[in-house]
């Protein structure tokens, strides 16, 4: 099958976003409008940070196991039920704290926990956060018109949203990979919405279609890739999809040589939003299939059970 591409600019672009919903939840956006020296500057910076030795990267690692951000050294998790441990390590920001929400923990309550190298990591991430805030509003409305409702039926959901931007490096595979380990395993997304800037290299990005078959996601030039989490699907009673995806390792040849960077950027709703099928996805012949859930434990329970796995 053919990837789905979405020009935002375009007029028809909602109902482009509701056909790749329902078909694979997976869809590369153009005409988004962020500034590409924004995108750069935040990649080097990431970069950057990778390249540092491994005791100078692990001061960035939070000492509160109820704070979810920071560093992740190799094989520190699994985001498959039961796979052996991801092979990336990682830099996770969280959302501005959120005093607000006491229930949430480190989750929002903490400040930002930056490395001390390099200098510009704060202020490239900060601009870039902001700008895939406005990028995941932009997608929120867009998901409002496609499913037909108001265009800011989800503005009061996402107001305080505590989306984390995360940093990946596949580093290169100098031994081989132990029986079903890979760079992470196959895995939903949990909240609304996932933006993707992904690196050029091999061993890369795959979705699961509907017919069961693995597709290689494509590279967009100046482009985001899209999906939907888990939230989504709650929200929207199935009618779109949540779709499992891995990272799969690079071909033998290269492996030793060839390392892979992505930036993603997970956006969650407030900690205490109700998520519950929207009037629009059903009626008398398709009731609910999901008990409402809030935004909030939900993160919490998936993050806790993606490091229990490792």
């Given at each position: 099958?053919?990837?789905?591409?979405?020009?935002?600019?375009?007029?028809?672009?909602?109902?482009?976003?509701?056909?790749?919903?329902?078909?694979?939840?997976?869809?590369?956006?153009?005409?988004?409008?962020?500034?590409a020296e924004v995108v750069d500057d935040a990649w080097r910076a990431a970069t950057a940070f990778f390249d540092l030795p491994l005791h100078e990267k692990l001061q960035s690692q939070s000492k509160d196991p109820?704070?979810?951000?920071?560093?992740?050294?190799?094989?520190e998790e699994s985001l498959g039920d039961g796979?052996?441990?991801?092979?990336?390590?990682?830099?996770?920001?969280?959302?501005?704290?959120?005093?607000?929400?006491?229930?949430?923990?480190?989750f929002a309550l903490s400040s930002r926990l930056w490395p001390r190298a390099p200098a510009e990591l704060q202020s490239t991430w900060t601009a870039y956060y902001s700008e895939m805030e406005t990028l995941a509003a932009r997608l929120m409305r867009m998901f409002a018109c496609a499913l037909e409702l108001d265009e800011r039926f989800f503005d009061d959901k996402i107001?305080?949203?505590?989306?984390?931007?995360?940093?990946?490096?596949?580093?290169?595979?100098?031994?081989?990979?132990?029986?079903?380990?890979?760079r992470a395993a196959e895995h939903t997304d949990y909240g609304t919405v996932t933006i993707l800037k992904p690196g050029k290299a091999t061993g890369g990005l795959e979705v699961l279609t509907a017919a069961g078959e693995w597709l290689r996601v494509p590279h967009v030039e100046q482009g985001f890739i899209v999906n939907l989490g888990d939230l989504m699907q709650v929200w929207t009673n199935d009618r779109w999809r949540s779709t499992l995806h891995r990272v799969v390792n690079p071909d033998v040849e290269v492996a030793a040589t060839e390392r892979r960077q992505s930036m993603a950027f997970f956006h969650q709703p407030n900690w205490d939003a109700q998520v519950e099928c929207l009037p629009s996805c059903t009626d008398a012949d398709n009731p609910p299939r999901h008990p409402p859930t809030r935004s909030g434990p939900w993160l919490r329970a998936r993050v806790e059970a993606a490091h229990e796995h490792h």
């Open positions: 099958m053919r990837f789905p591409i979405v020009d935002l600019s375009a007029a028809d672009a909602p109902a482009s976003i509701n056909a790749a919903c329902c078909d694979i939840g997976f869809f590369a956006v153009v005409g988004h409008d962020v500034p109820d704070f979810p951000y920071g560093f992740f050294p190799i094989e796979a052996p441990p991801d092979l990336n390590e990682s830099f996770n920001l969280g959302p501005p704290p959120r005093p607000e929400v006491a229930a949430a923990g480190g107001d305080r949203h505590l989306s984390a931007l995360r940093a990946l490096n596949y580093p290169e595979q100098i031994s081989t990979p132990v029986p079903g380990q890979v």
